[in-house]
């Protein structure tokens, strides 16, 4: 093969991704793991029971159904749209990686706003496609002026929004992301990981507007409210044209009866969902109350984490401190324009009163 270079009799591998870092956060062993944005809460015991008596009658000798007919059925009634706009995958970064092979690659570009969720970039590159970059603003919300030159300069064919917005916590407003929607010239992909927790959602401004709205893809999965990142589903809801182009890119059979039934009869339990989201929002604001009272700056979070800087210690050490306590939280310190910023999950209220306790102690 003329231009694959060897190192020790193994072929290298593309040299557009030798300069990716892979995507890992710090996993340390401490009693309290506020690091990864996860449901500190497990699945309803009545779902475990009721999948585990599923899985016992599963016919594991068959395929899954490939369309995940019974799942994408049951996930658009809950939105109100049709199966058809369903596209279902392993987790929502599986999904991504769909749109990206279906419409991004070589010679395509892709749009995005800094600080936002690294994973959108990192499997841009990972398909060849072309990032183009532009900053949010100092308080972390979207500046429209720079949305615009961006996509003019770059005329990407996805743009990347993450409302609520990880890692700085605030969801775009409606009124911000029609702003946007009516900007770019190929598809909008909202990432709403944390949807359930915000006051709107994309989902909104697309059944206001069908017509106008065919270019915006929505993404959710079940890994954060859900309680469900053990699981690995996530989806989209899109135009069917959409759907077909990520159905065409992913691989056959590619999401296990297992999770397909984990997802189905998930959907059952939406008011236990809905219990598990209010608890953390209002263990949400006990945090962000409790960090009015201590040398740090935070900002407003619409999601299940929240995004400070301690004024007066390094955050590195910061994060030290609480490690040594038993508690583990993100350093974002190092990520673009999240200077001395660190990043915590909301967990159960003795677990937050861990973390507020070591934090505490560690600015005093
Ligand atoms: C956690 C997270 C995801 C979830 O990815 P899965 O593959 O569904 O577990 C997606 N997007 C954002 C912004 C996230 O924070």
């Known amino acids: 093969m003329a231009g694959v270079g060897r190192t020790g009799g193994l072929p290298a591998v593309r040299p557009d991704l030798t300069a990716l870092v892979g995507y890992h956060s710090a996993q340390v062993e401490v009693d309290v793991r506020l690091n990864t944005n996860e449901s500190p809460m497990p699945p309803p015991a009545a779902w475990q029971e009721e999948l585990a008596g599923a899985v016992a009658r599963i016919d594991f000798h068959r395929y899954p159904d490939r369309e995940a007919t019974a799942l994408r059925q049951a996930l658009a009634d809950s939105h109100g749209v049709g199966v058809e706009e369903v596209f279902c995958a392993n987790g929502s970064n599986e999904v991504l990686q769909c749109l990206l092979l279906a419409y991004g690659g070589p010679g395509r570009t892709v749009a995005l706003f800094e600080p936002t969720y690294t994973l959108h970039g990192h499997i841009a590159r990972i398909t060849g496609t072309d990032v183009a970059v532009g900053p949010r603003r100092e308080d972390f919300a979207l ?23 990880n890692p700085t916590g605030r969801a775009d407003s409606p009124a911000e992301i029609a702003a946007v929607a009516d900007q770019v010239p190929g598809l909008l992909v909202v990432d709403e990981a944390y949807g359930q927790f915000a006051p709107s959602s994309a989902l909104g401004l697309r059944a206001a507007d069908p017509g106008g709205t065919r270019h915006v893809v929505v993404v959710r999965t079940f890994s954060k409210t859900w309680s469900m990142a053990g699981a690995r589903l996530g989806y989209l809801v899109a135009d069917p044209e959409v759907v077909a182009a990520c159905e065409l890119v992913a691989l056959p059979y590619h999401l296990d009866v297992v999770t397909q039934l984990a997802g189905l009869l998930a959907l059952g339990y939406t008011d236990e969902m809905n219990e598990r989201v209010a608890t953390i929002a209002e263990e949400r604001g006990r945090i962000a109350a409790a960090f009015a ?19 007066e210690r390094e955050a590195v050490t910061v994060w030290s401190d609480l490690v040594s306590a038993g508690v583990l939280v993100r350093d974002c310190s190092t990520w673009p324009g999240l200077t001395g910023c660190l990043r915590v999950t909301v967990g159960l209220p003795e677990e937050n009163d861990r973390f507020l306790a070591a934090l505490t102690e560690s600015l005093r």
């Open 143 to 165: 500046d429209l002026d720079v949305v615009a030159g961006v996509v003019a300069a770059s005329d990407p064919v996805l743009t990347f929004l993450c409302s609520p917005n």
């Open 293 to 311: 009272d201590l040398p740090v700056e935070s900002w407003p979070s619409d999601a299940n984490f929240l995004l400070f800087r301690p004024v």
